[in-house]
Every structure is written in C-alpha cells, then in structure tokens.
C-alpha cells in the first residue's frame, strides 16, 4: 500500500513536499515515480526515481522546480516542489514500479492520491 501525504494549499511560489509511505512491501527494489492529473486532464508524469536512487527522470513541466528523493530505510519516497505555480494544481499520485519503463509509462502500483492546490 502506498500513502501519500503533504498536500495541501500554497500560495504562487511557495514550496510544498509530499511524502509517500509505504506498507506491506519494502520499496528498496522497486522503481518510485510521482504523477498528477488535474480536472479534465489526462495524467502527468512528474518524476521518477531508480531503486537505488541514483538516477531521476523528470517531466518538461517541473524540471528544475520539483526533486525527488527516497529514504528506503524509511520505505517513503518524497517529492519537493519549489516556485509552485497555478498550474501546478492537481492531485498528486505516488506509483511503484518492477522496471523504468513502467515506472514512466504504466507503474505496477499507486496510492490514493494527495490534493495540491496552488492559488494566483
């Protein structure tokens, strides 16, 4: 199971993490991503990250704005949003995957989910 956390409301150009706690499985093997959808849009890949965390992906939108991390040791894996803007408004999913590929384009696993909201 996973479970996101750390949503909320910000102001434009504000900062927010969202942290994703995992149970019943241990995360150290697997693939962790973050991706969002907004009202009436499809789902948005924002990020990935390697099991071991030595290699991240990110979408065009977030790059350089956004990182993601992970602590195994804790089993959580966290995303750190700066400068945050309007558009960034969605409901933000955390997603565990066996491989990248999945990871990018079809994760194995998702949590419920965590309401961003970025206000003007």
């Known amino acids: 199971q996973l479970v996101e956390s750390g949503g909320g409301l910000v102001q434009a150009g504000g900062s927010l993490r969202l942290s994703c706690a995992a149970s019943?499985?241990?995360?150290?093997?697997?693939?962790m991503g973050w991706f969002r959808q907004a009202p009436e849009k499809e789902r948005e890949f924002v990020a990935t990250?390697?099991?071991?965390?030595?290699?991240?992906s990110y979408g065009d939108s977030v790059k350089g704005r956004f990182t993601i991390s992970r602590d195994n040791a804790r089993n959580t894996v966290y995303l750190q949003m700066y400068s945050l803007k309007p558009e960034d408004t969605a409901v933000y999913y955390c997603?565990?995957?066996?491989?990248?590929?999945?990871?990018?384009?079809?994760?194995?696993?998702w949590g419920q989910g965590t309401q961003v909201t970025v206000s003007s």
């Open positions: 997603a565990a995957s066996a491989t990248s590929y999945r990871a990018r384009y079809n994760p194995d696993y």
């Open positions: 019943g499985r241990r995360i150290s093997s697997y693939v």
């Open positions: 990250i390697a099991a071991n965390g030595g290699s991240k």
